[in-house]
């Protein structure tokens, strides 16, 4: 890069966040310089915010749980950087110029993304969440602010890599690893616990995407935002299953060419090649060595066990009021799932009777062209998530998703 390049990182203190500021402390050993961080956000993590800013020397550090501010505000006392609380300094800070990382887990993400671009940022979204609830709105703003969209997911990001100009395209791929079930029975599905759940084999992630990637309603929600990001047909991007998450993504051409991007399973390759672009930044991450990996393996997803696939194919035909719905379903019935609330496989079961309630409703005309119609949205699925767990046998659906 030929110049120092401002950062803001939305969502520090979660995994991804945690792997940016990795990333940019590294680039900036040794005399490095390469970035700058304008601002910090985080959820409810002060004390851990407080600790990235006395690092980071950030411009500003923004805390969205309000009743930590005095925490923030004491932990950052006399070090001249500004603090604040609440979602609208969150918005705020999303729209000081530099380059945003989108990290914000949810649909909660999504406000302060779209202000990002508005302001005339480029955005690296680690959000899959704001994609596919807003991905036609956050595209739409980003063409009119002449804004770049990078993708930071390692799957989308492959493709970025892989796609060059994108002439002759003929279809994507996205690998899966499969997560901590791909060998299970239905039977050990059903009583599956959030922390079996949680446990992946590959990549560390916070607790939500891993369960999304147990019941790969991850692939699902990456299968809608690769076909928003790359404007490709959602029938015309398969997803595969690949144990060792060494290939992300595939490019297949009209010649038979196809171009795939590998590397190891760490989320800072994305990341970095997100903040750098159109520059590559140098990281730690481990090396590939194919002879010690010896084979790669890859299979058809069980639409048996994962039902999120096809639904999400299901959910993008019907337009984008549907994929928000998808999404919102999916984030309650997670939190009812880590809350005990529903069984594992109770999951894919409400988010499919949500989205069938939606399609055969009234409301599946609204088109997102707003953040409000998406709010309204966002609060449906939730309400309709909890009323069909509370009809449900004994509080759950007892697998009735597999059978």
């Known amino acids: 890069m030929s110049a120092r390049r401002a950062i803001s990182v939305m969502g520090s203190t979660g995994s991804i966040g945690c792997s940016a500021l990795d990333v940019i402390r590294h680039a900036n050993a040794d005399g490095g310089d390469r970035f700058e961080v304008v601002a910090l956000t985080a959820g409810s993590n002060a004390e ?108 989308h990001s492959a493709i970025h890599q892989c796609l060059g100009d994108g002439r002759q395209l003929e279809s994507l791929t996205i690998t899966a690893s499969g997560g901590p079930f791909r060998t299970s029975t239905v039977d050990q599905m059903r009583t599956a616990s959030p922390e079996a759940a949680a446990a992946h084999p590959n990549w560390a992630m916070g607790i939500k995407n891993s369960i999304d990637s147990a019941t790969l309603m991850n692939k699902a929600l990456e299968l809608i935002e690769a076909a928003y990001l790359f404007d490709v047909a959602a029938d015309r991007i398969d997803v595969i299953i690949h144990p060792q998450s060494i290939i992300h993504g595939m490019a297949h051409f009209t010649d038979g060419s196809v171009i795939a991007q590998l590397g190891a399973p760490d989320m800072r390759t994305p990341i970095s090649y997100a903040l750098g672009w159109p520059d590559r930044v140098e990281t730690t991450v481990d090396r590939l060595d194919l002879v010690r990996l010896g084979k790669l393996d890859f299979e058809p997803v069980d639409s048996q066990k994962f039902p999120a696939v096809a639904l999400a194919r299901e959910a993008f035909a019907a337009g984008p009021g549907a994929t928000t719905v998808l999404n919102c379903a999916n984030e309650a019935a997670v939190s009812a799932f880590i809350a005990g609330q529903c069984g594992f496989l109770d999951i894919s079961w409400v988010v499919k009777e949500v989205l069938s309630r939606f399609l055969s409703g009234n409301m599946a005309g609204l088109a997102c062209s707003s953040l409000e119609e998406i709010g309204l949205l966002d609060r449906y699925a939730r309400s309709a998530a909890e009323d069909v767990l509370k009809r449900a046998p004994d509080g759950g659906a007892e697998g009735r998703t597999l059978g």
């Open 48 to 155: 851990k915010l407080a600790e990235q800013a006395l690092e980071c020397r950030p411009q500003i550090a923004v805390i969205a749980d309000e009743s930590q501010l005095p925490v923030l505000r004491e932990r950052l006392s006399g070090s001249g950087i500004e603090t604040a609380a609440g979602c609208a300094a969150v918005t705020e800070a999303a729209t000081r110029p530099a380059r945003v990382l989108a990290a914000i887990v949810g649909a909660a993400g999504l406000e302060s993304t779209l202000a990002a671009v508005q302001a005339g940022n480029d955005v690296a979204i680690a959000n899959k969440e704001s994609v596919v609830c807003g991905g036609r709105l956050i595209l739409e703003e980003a063409r009119k602010a002449g804004v770049n969209v990078l993708p930071v997911d390692s799957e």
